[in-house]
């Protein structure tokens, strides 16, 4: 604001306080300028409804003071009381004729400032400058206004950090110190607790104080209670420029505070609907169904009333997969469960039920797989693999395949890629034959109560295929429970369970495992399984691919295997550097459409094929005959 002070400071306007009237008028506000002409006798200004004058009120009022009436006490007392009814900012007379004594007596004893101006400024300067000093004040108050409202723009949708931009920013812009107490923001700094709980409670909106030589200013912030404060602190008093801003400032504070407190419901309401989802996965990867489906009604009912699934996984670096999320979210619209994989940051997973018996895929134009094809081709360093159809209580197979496929995408010009019909080695076995080995071999299993060999028979699944600790996050385990059943199943079939065969051998039996009688008798044991005319023929072909490669990767995928999948000690043997080695796994990897380094069930068809006709030695598993029983 321009005040008397303000303009007694510019010198080309000579205006000069008298005596004693610095103190008592440097802070007041001027909005212009008039002339009393000489010989008037009462003030100007209309009356209000109050019977108080209001034309004079903020003016700087230059009047003669040269009369006879200037000179007496009594008469200058009268004209002056109007006057000073009237609330002008100050009184000036001209400097030639100086201030008489009884005008200086009784300006001040109605408290009228007074000052001196010279005889040769034109009064239209004072005028001049007031409008040029409030035009600069109000660009200078756009201006801040200006940058208030920049430092509250969050940028990076980051509220906290715009709250500091804006507070430091007061700060500067006030000459002082601001903090933000309460709600998340700083303890309160007022030594007065009392004026602090006015405050909090909403009994006050705002309070000035000062406390050793610093002067506060007191904000509330918001309309909820507890109120944050907006504390300002400097070294001088609070001018109104000062005051206003530091309300403007606690306006888009306020604005900002409801903007975070939006975006933290907003937060949790998607955390507690994704740990839904989570648990709807867990649920169905430990193929517990029933319970799967009842969770998943809480997301959208009806969603899981389906007897089969295709499942889709999406490769996004992890800081786009929550936008690729949204995105995805809107897509299937409700009619897919979409879950941030648990396991791998970058990854989310698609679990799309299928209603009828015939369709091996959700192919319609308005289904869930063209719905994220389109969006996956549309974006680069994006990649989609697929599974094929799979029973609700298969849908950890379905995730495996879909996986695989995943692992194929990457190297696809347009990113994605379906499960492809291969011929897998459980396709060929004799299925019947396969399913009494697999019973017989996890007839240890047997002896557990129903409740116990569920999960652990899921439990064992996935930590074939997946490290413990990624295992544990799928499931919603702990690791140490995923490695504690793995070595329950390792001590009930006496299995060394580190060793990469026997995990094969494993996973085959799981793989079998119901497909056939379970009645004890004679078994045909592993070796004799493999050894058929079908399975050596599966094997021939699908390790012959690697000749399309002119190095011998076959020979060292049969020792690398030997060696428990080391590569130093394959490297040793083999009598190469162990970057070879590795060079040898990853180019076999293509040909074989498996992954190799990973490990799970790619690998594991890997072994079980150089056993068939390599020779690879398979463990032998407790309970099981070396040939067919009579």
């Known amino acids: 604001m321009v005040t008397v002070g303000l303009l007694a400071g510019i010198p080309e306007l000579t205006l000069r306080f008298g005596p004693g009237s610095r103190e008592r008028g440097a802070q ?74 009884a005008l200086v007596e009784v300006t001040a004893r109605l408290g009228i400032p007074l000052l001196t101006i010279s005889d040769d400024v034109p009064w239209s300067r004072v005028q001049r400058a007031i409008d040029d000093e409030q035009l600069r004040q109000a660009t200078g108050r756009s201006a801040r206004l200006t940058e208030l409202l920049e430092h509250a723009r ?32 700083a303890p309160p700094t007022v030594a007065d607790p009392q004026l602090i709980a006015e405050l909090t409670e909403g009994r006050l909106h705002a309070a000035a104080v000062q ?67 989570l648990a709807v996965l867990q649920l169905l990867m430990g ?33 786009r997969r929550d936008a690729l999320a949204r995105e995805c979210d809107a897509a299937v619209d409700g009619r897919a469960l979409l879950v941030r994989c648990p396991a791998y940051e970058q990854h989310l997973i698609a679990i799309v039920p299928l209603q009828g018996p015939a369709a091996a895929r959700d192919e319609r134009a308005d289904g869930v797989g063209p719905a994220l094809r389109r969006i996956v081709a549309a974006r680069d360093g994006v990649f989609l693999g697929g599974s094929g159809r799979h029973p609700l209580d298969r849908t950890a197979e379905a995730y495996q395949e879909a996986s695989r496929a ?47 060999r569920g999960p652990l028979l899921s439990t064992v699944g996935l930590g074939l295929e997946f490290t413990a600790v990624n295992a544990a996050r ?38 079998a495992h119901g497909h056939g009688p379970a009645e004890q008798g004679g078994t045909t044991p592993l070796d004799r399984l493999l050894d058929t005319e079908g399975v050596r023929g599966w094997a021939t072909e699908f390790l012959g691919r690697l000749a399309a490669d002119d190095r011998d990767l076959r020979r060292t995928l049969r020792v690398w295997i030997a060696e428990n999948t080391g590569v130093e000690r394959a490297a040793n043997r083999l009598g190469l550097h162990p970057q070879t080695v590795r060079e040898h796994v990853r ?27 390599d020779g690879v030695e398979l463990p032998a598993l407790a309970g099981c005959s070396t040939g067919t029983s009579p």
């Not at 019977?51 to 007496?72: F, N, S, T």
């Not at 940028?155 to 107490?181: E, F, K, Q, S, Y």
């Not at 799928?474 to 504690?484: D, F, Y």
């Open 28 to 101: 007041r506000s001027v909005t212009g300028a008039v002339t009393v002409p000489p010989g008037t006798a009462a003030p100007y200004g209309p009356m209000d409804g109050t019977g108080r004058r209001g034309g004079l009120a903020g003016l700087l009022v230059r009047i003669p003071a040269d009369g006879d009436w200037a000179r007496d006490r009594r008469r200058a007392e009268i004209h002056l009381a109007r006057l000073a009814a009237d609330g002008p900012a100050a009184l000036v007379v001209p400097a030639s004729s100086g201030p008489p004594e």
């Open 154 to 185: 969050t940028g990076t949708h980051d509220t906290d950090a715009a709250v500091r931009r804006l507070t430091a920013w007061l700060g500067d812009a006030i000459g002082g110190t601001v903090t933000l107490t309460g709600r998340n923001g």
């Open 211 to 277: 406390e050793d030589h610093e002067h506060l200013r007191l904000v509330t912030v918001g309309r909820r209670r507890p109120h944050p404060v907006l504390v300002a602190a400097r070294d001088r008093p609070f001018d109104e420029q000062s005051t206003a801003l530091v309300g403007h400032a606690a306006d888009v504070l306020a604005l900002l505070i409801r903007a975070r407190d939006a975006e933290e419901h907003r937060r949790r309401s998607e955390e507690a609907v994704s740990a839904l989802r």
């Open 287 to 319: 193929g517990d169904v029933v319970l799967a489906q009842r969770t998943a009604a809480g997301l959208h009912p009806g969603l899981l009333d389906a007897e089969s699934a295709d499942v889709y996984i999406l490769e996004a670096p992890e800081d």
């Open 406 to 452: 995943l692992a194929v995408a990457r190297f696809r010009p347009d990113g994605m890629a379906a499960h492809a019909a291969q011929t897998r080695l459980t396709e060929i076995l004799d299925l019947a034959e396969a399913g009494r080995w697999a019973a017989e071999v996890l007839r240890p299993l047997d002896s557990l109560p129903y409740t116990g």
């Open 474 to 511: 799928i499931l919603g385990v702990s690791r140490n429970t995923v490695r504690a059943r793995m070595d329950r199943m390792a001590g009930l079939l006496r299995l060394d369970l580190t060793d990469v065969r026997a995990r094969a051998a494993l996973h085959l039996a799981l793989q």
């Open 587 to 613: 180019s076999a990897e293509p040909l074989l459409r498996r992954q190799l380094f990973t490990g799970g069930g790619d690998l594991y068809e890997v072994v079980l094929a150089l056993a068939a006709v």
